[in-house]
């Protein structure tokens, strides 16, 4: 499920598009949160794998969405 932010990070920086996160950005917003609860939990194997998608997946929404 979160693999899809990774692959957004990834392929936005490689231009590659996502229409499902174009038409709705708050989407992404909406699944950081998820990412950020799930890690507050402190699922050693969760935190190894995803720790980095809010970050970048932020920094996506800013570059690319940002007013």
Avoid: R, W
Avoid at 34 to 42: D, G, Q, T
Avoid at 49 to 59: K, Y
């Amino acid at each position: 499920m979160y693999g899809q932010k990774k692959k957004l990070n990834d392929g936005k920086i490689d231009k590659i598009e996502f229409k499902e996160y174009d038409n709705d950005p708050k989407l992404v917003l909406k699944e950081i949160k998820e990412i950020l609860s799930l890690l507050k939990e402190n699922n050693g194997n969760f935190s190894l794998f995803n720790d980095s998608i809010p970050i970048s997946a932020s920094c996506v929404l800013i570059k690319y969405y940002g007013g």
